[in-house]
Nanobody, 128 residues
């Protein structure tokens, strides 16, 4: 069975850092796309970043470029999201999601409907 488990969320002050983890089971990080989405109260789910595991290609939403970094660890079957210089507007529940190999990441990666499995989410709160 496919399972994704997020962890690493918490409360941080603006400018702080946090690293989220997405531990995968039931599949290996080999020919998949793993994405991070986030959803704040009253807002739509938003794609944050993704990584195509076959070649390591990554994408980021403009608002997090230069601050967030997505990475993978094949040995641990885990995808990470390193979040630096956090802002209050980053506050949300963060989800990881499993998708297929996208021929075109640019046109597909940020569409929630393209992902097959989702984790339970982890809360990130950025507040002073």
């Amino acid at each position: 069975q496919v399972q994704l488990v997020e962890s690493g969320g918490g409360l941080v002050q603006p400018g702080g850092s946090l690293r989220l983890s997405c531990a995968a089971s039931g599949f290996t990080l080999e020919t998949n796309t793993i994405a991070w989405f986030r959803q704040a109260p009253g807002k739509e789910r938003e794609a944050v970043s993704c990584i195509r595991t076959s070649d390591g290609s990554t994408r980021y939403v403009d608002s997090v470029k230069g601050r967030f970094t997505i990475s993978r660890d094949y040995a641990k079957n885990t995808v990470y999201l390193q979040m630096n210089s956090l802002k209050p507007e980053d506050t949300a529940v963060y989800y990881c999601a499993l998708g297929p190999i996208f021929a075109s990441l640019s046109s597909s990666w940020n569409r929630p409907g393209r992902y097959d499995s989702w984790g339970q989410g982890t809360q990130v709160t950025v507040s002073s």
